[in-house]
């Protein structure tokens, strides 16, 4: 019975390792992909952090947990990761509820209680190995999961298993009253959420006459979606029933999204319907706002490249959305125009490759070109791919991208795998986050490096053309920096008159007054004398005869050959541009300016001072428009515009109060490099980033100082052991994080797509340090100690050489590159997997087994904290200095292991 007993722990102690390390990243994953689709780039990265915390914390609770009844804490942790997932949901539908996404936390502090409670029960290497692979694979199964289902029914169907881990204790209960019920909860729950995500995903069928029209029709208002239900449904054979009659699954779903919103469904689990905004839609530029119930939506499909979805007001256009941002305007039926403002229409003949083919993007425009152009480009989402190169919204959008070969990687990996030159490449607000909300998302499309690439694929006559929004002081102060990685890629090249070579003008589709969009035209020769009269003649075009005036006049050409540079950009361009820029708040929400700047002013003289070198626009209710847009119509409702001509006494005098307020008004406009390629990091001060890190230091203080604690009460015999051990573990966790997020970022310039970076660099990471605590549990002292000092040699190592690598298979495919990635990962994976649990499976004989579930909670939090840090580190000093970092993060790990394996 005895033997029986073991061989049903060792089967929970499997299943929990398996099943709760896989559910945590998955839950990561997604919650990151969500929140990069409600918010931004570095909201999401919190949710790093908010996993390294909860699992800290799990970790910490584990130890006191052990105590009372294995069975009973299991199941009510399950049951807790089960209701969480929920939660989590909730947080992002909620997001502006919160000040910092708190109840993130549950999920990866509720799994974290049962996978740290196993570890100090069974063999730490088997154990290390299970939960690493578990980890691995809960990277790769929201790559399929979210493509097939969307993010929302992810969630759904991870909550399954927390409740098939309730129905495998069941087997260990002895009451079998309390066995039977377990087990029918269990099963229920799972059965009824297996029904709901089918009702969830289909389109109905069958809908009674009566209910068709009373409670369907009946309350849809817009006659666009009136006809979308008319074209989908039709009578049913029996008088009494409607019927699905579309074979078309794009007009099935426009359909469901109709119904969806009738109320016909109880409750229904899409983004879109589940999002309830504090802010108002002129303040926020994503499309989840108040106002996202007044469109018709056409499509929606998610993948963890980026969710697309098709949304409209009318019968001639819809909106391209790309995670929830406004990416671009598709006119139905629109041929495009030979006169198009996004780039210069005089090239003959030319060979044009787009970055980023978008919807129809300008494809039907460039048609247009004279003589016969060849266009090729790269789209790596697959949903653009599906629904704009061939189906109904390829039809819509006038077959943009017929005759065309688009590549389904990214453009600079594509660049350096040929040899062909063009005459244009074309970039239309190619960036990793929208200019409205942008933040740090790194990328490498705007860097020094990736210009020289690209300028180095040009024919002499060739253009570079970029269009940039700037619909906010950040993008605004993004585009000088831009300007000036632009300057300084022609220097490098050897070019010594950067205004010979470009052309900037601004120019907007609806706001004249103030216009939003910036094009650069960039050649890698100078503009001859009949190439510049040809520009001339082109912006002149929309200058004096476009009747819809989105030029309006040559003050908006701030860089043209052989006229005067003006303005900053100008000066950027002649290399007069000040050392030291500020930006005062300016164009700034009313509450924003409260909250930031206001509030932070005690003098009443000073509050008075600032406030009179502003004009306050007070906030209106605005109709006009298109929403989600930065137009003439709420560029100053609701904000403080600081007045022209201030004295320098008064703007010294505003300096100073400032610096008292914390208020970040220093500006960064230095180039970006592939060492730091963050194209919106323009603040000297990273107060956004160090706003966090001291959110989850502070967290992470409610780990250490119980710790500390026990130490110091409990275990006052074993003080210097454990002190060794402690900073062991802490070495060893910053270290590991800080590599691994320096890798994920480092390695997307390699691998070409984002999220394939992160999942090769994540998945292979934790699968082969799996692989290498596996392998190492029977090796002696000294091979471990060798191999462990060889992991910050390996990481300089790689710091040093990997451009290398990245040259030689520059010119492979994107399949042989991620392999190649894949192989980059395993010799220091291999390594970084051994120290943790030999000097765990040592802690637990020399001081107890109980002690294992706090060094998995010290780790953790230093992890929380590397987490940050790494980000902090990497805006701040570029990759260089963070791979150095967790080279000497990794030094003390084995100087420390050193000292604890000594005794064997």
């Known amino acids: 019975m005895h033997g029986f007993r073991l061989r049903a722990d060792d089967v929970i102690n499997f299943f929990a390792v398996l099943i709760f390390p896989f559910s945590i990243i998955t839950l990561e994953t997604v919650l990151f992909h969500l929140l990069m689709i409600v918010s931004n780039y570095l909201q999401a990265t919190t949710v790093i952090s908010i996993a390294m915390f909860g699992i800290a914390l799990g970790g910490l609770v584990s130890f006191y947990l052990l105590r009372f009844n294995r069975q009973f804490v299991l199941s009510v942790s399950s049951i807790v990761f089960f209701l969480s997932i929920g939660l989590s949901y909730y947080s992002i539908v909620r997001l502006d509820n919160f000040q910092f996404p708190y109840l993130l936390i549950v999920p990866f502090f509720s799994g974290s209680v049962i996978v740290s409670s196993i570890f100090s029960r069974a063999d730490s290497h088997r154990i290390y190995f299970i939960d690493l692979t578990a980890s691995a694979l809960g990277v790769v199964y929201p790559i399929i999961a979210v493509s097939h289902f969307k993010s929302e029914n992810t969630l759904l169907v991870l909550s399954v298993l927390p409740l098939l881990f309730v129905f495998i204790l069941m087997f260990r209960v002895k009451s079998k009253v309390v066995k039977a019920a377990g087990m029918l909860f269990s099963a229920a729950l799972i059965t009824a959420i297996i029904l709901f995500l089918r009702i969830n995903l289909e389109v109905p069928r069958v809908i009674s006459a009566d209910v068709f029209n009373s409670r369907i029709m009946a309350k849809i208002t817009s006659p666009l979606e009136q006809k979308i239900m008319r074209e989908a449904y039709g009578p049913g054979p029996d008088g009494k029933s409607f019927v699905l009659k579309t074979d078309d699954p794009y007009k099935a779903q426009m359909a469901r999204y109709a119904i969806n919103k009738t109320g016909y469904y109880p409750f229904v689990l899409d983004l879109s319907m589940n999002y309830k905004p504090l802010h108002a839609s002129q303040k926020n530029y994503k499309i989840y706002t108040e106002k996202l119930q007044d469109y018709t939506w056409l499509f929606s499909r998610d993948n963890l490249m980026g969710r697309v979805e098709y949304i409209t007001k009318t019968n001639f256009d819809f909106l391209y959305i790309n995670n929830g941002a406004f990416y671009d305007r598709v006119g139905i039926g629109d041929p495009g125009d030979a006169w198009d403002i996004r780039f210069p229409n005089y090239l003959y003949n030319a060979n044009v490759f787009i970055m980023g083919a978008s919807a129809d993007g300008i494809v039907n425009s460039l048609k247009k070109l004279p003589g016969k152009t060849v266009i090729k480009g790269v789209e790596f989402n697959p949903i653009i791919h599906e629904t704009m190169m061939s189906g109904y919204f390829y039809e819509l959008a006038s077959r943009a991208y017929k005759n065309t070969t688009i590549y389904r990687t990214e453009g600079r990996a594509y660049l350096r795998g040929t040899d062909e030159r063009f005459d244009m490449i074309t970039h239309m607000n190619n960036h990793a986050e929208h200019g409205a909300v942008c933040t740090l998302a790194p990328e490498y499309l705007h860097t020094v490096e990736g210009i020289k690439e690209m300028l180095d694929r040009l024919t002499d006559r060739g253009l570079l053309v970029y269009e940039e929004i700037a619909w906010g002081t950040r993008s605004e102060w993004a585009f000088l920096k831009f300007m000036n990685t632009i300057v300084t890629a022609l220097k490098e090249n050897g070019v010594k008159s950067p205004e010979k070579h470009i052309v900037v003008y601004r120019w907007d589709y609806w706001n004249i007054v103030k216009p939003t969009v910036y094009s650069v035209v960039i050649k890698r020769t100078p503009f001859n004398a009949v190439e510049t009269a040809q520009m001339k003649y082109y912006l002149d075009y929309f200058i004096f005869k476009d009747t819809h005036k989105q030029l309006t006049g040559w003050n908006y050409v701030y860089a043209f050959p052989g006229i005067r540079q003006h303005g900053a950009i100008g000066k950027i361009i002649t290399g007069t541009f000040e050392n030291e820029p500020v930006q005062f708040p300016d164009y700034i929400w009313y509450d924003d300016f409260e909250n930031e700047v206001l509030n932070h002013i005690f003098n009443v003289y000073d509050l008075e001072f600032v406030k009179s ?233 020399e001081i107890s087994a109980e002690y294992a579930t706090l060094m998995y909670s010290i780790s953790g939090a230093a992890g929380t904290i590397a987490a940050t840090t790494a980000l902090f580190l990497n805006v701040t000093y570029g990759f260089s200095f963070t791979f150095l970092t967790g080279m000497a993060a990794y030094i003390i790990a084995a100087i420390l292991l050193l000292t604890i394996l000594k005794g064997e």
């Open 613 to 845: 070198l502003y004009t306050f626009y007070p906030p209106e209710k605005i109709d006009k428009g298109f929403d989600f847009v930065s137009n003439v119509w709420n560029s100053r409702q609701g904000r403080y515009i600081l007045n022209k001509g201030i004295k320098p006494a008064d703007a010294e005098r505003y300096r100073t109060i400032l610096d008292d307020t914390g208020y970040c008004y220093r500006m960064d406009i230095s180039p970006v490099r592939d060492d730091k390629p963050f194209p919106y990091n323009v603040y000297v001060e990273k107060k956004e980033v160090t706003r966090i890190l001291r959110i989850v230091s502070l967290l992470s203080l409610v780990i250490f100082i119980p710790v500390l604690l026990l130490v110091i009460k409990k275990y006052s015999s074993h003080r210097l052991t454990l002190l060794r051990h402690s900073l062991f573990f802490i070495s060893a966790g910053f270290g590991y994080m800080l590599v691994e997020i320096v890798l994920m970022q480092f390695l997307q310039q390699f691998i070409g797509i984002p999220i394939y970076s992160v999942i090769i660099t994540l998945g292979a990471l934790l699968f082969f340090s799996g692989v290498g605590s596996l392998l190492c549990s029977g090796w002696n002292r000294r091979v471990i100690m060798v191999l462990v000092f060889f992991i910050p040699v390996l990481i300089f190592l790689y710091h040093n050489s990997l451009h290398y690598v990245f040259d030689y298979f520059a010119s492979s495919t994107f399949e042989v590159r991620m392999a190649a990635g894949v192989g980059l990962m395993v010799p220091l994976s291999l390594l970084m997997g051994m120290p943790f649990p030999r000097a765990m499976e040592t802690i637990k004989k």
